[in-house]
């Protein structure tokens, strides 16, 4: 069984379009991740929801929002796509104040041309 | 602010010989750690974590790490390397009550035959 899933794996698009990612896990975690990769492999954390609430919002532009619908569940969507977006972001999830050790996503490869 | 440093971009070993990644933190109390593994195409998958008690862990894959708080490191090892070991590995510190993982640059391993 997956345990942390996203969809799609790839998502090549178009500069200006808008885009959504979806990650669900069947970890029973309260608190869920996203992560960018950049050509370089650097992984710089973007957002995190315990309980569907944001608990860190790092330095993101305003076109990347993230929404919650439940615990198990943590989307994130593009607005006006820039170049500079393309990139794999993963999500991942963990159970705060527990383990603290987080679970991974295989990656979406977003190509925006 | 808690960093990590992997000083190795990339390292070559050939197969059955030992292998040893170094990883530095920096942080102000005591640290979480972790080292996780990304194969090409895949998502991080957890080698192996350290929160307190014995500096020597145990992980998946014949994967071992030691914590020396003396010099703020925090080494993985393999004592004998085979050609699926190739792939990016991540170093990643954390803190009791701080959700966010701080994760190194990685490091790219290469098995020769």
């Known amino acids: 069984d997956t345990a942390v899933s996203q969809t799609p794996k790839y998502l090549v698009t178009q500069m200006g379009n808008d885009k959504s990612i979806k990650c669900e896990q069947n970890l029973g975690h309260d608190t869920m991740y996203w992560y960018k990769q950049d050509s370089k492999k650097f992984l710089k954390i973007m957002f995190s929801y315990n309980n569907k609430e944001l608990i860190i919002n790092e330095t993101v532009p305003n076109r990347f929002s993230p929404k919650s619908p439940d615990k198990a569940h943590l989307n994130l969507h593009i607005n006006s796509l820039e170049l500079g977006d393309s990139a794999v972001y993963f999500c991942?999830?963990?159970?705060?104040?527990?383990?603290?050790?987080?679970?991974f996503g295989p990656g979406t490869r977003l190509t925006v041309t | 602010a808690q960093s990590v440093t992997q000083p190795d971009i990339h390292i070559t070993v050939s197969e059955g010989a030992s292998l040893e990644l170094r990883c530095n933190y920096s942080?102000?109390?005591?640290?979480?750690l972790f080292w996780y593994v990304q194969s090409p195409g895949q998502g991080l998958q957890l080698l192996l974590k350290?929160?307190?008690?014995?500096?020597l862990v145990q992980g998946i894959k014949g994967f071992e790490a030691e914590f020396k708080r003396s010099q703020s490191s925090f080494n993985l090892r393999k004592p004998s390397v085979h050609w699926s070991d190739a792939a990016e590995y991540f170093c990643a510190v954390g803190a009791f009550g701080n959700e966010k993982l701080t994760f190194g640059t990685g490091t790219r391993l290469t098995i020769i035959p």
């Open positions: 350290y929160f307190s008690g014995d500096t």
């Open positions: 942080y102000g109390a005591t640290p979480y």
């Open positions: 991942a999830s963990s159970q705060k104040g527990v383990t603290y050790e987080q679970y």
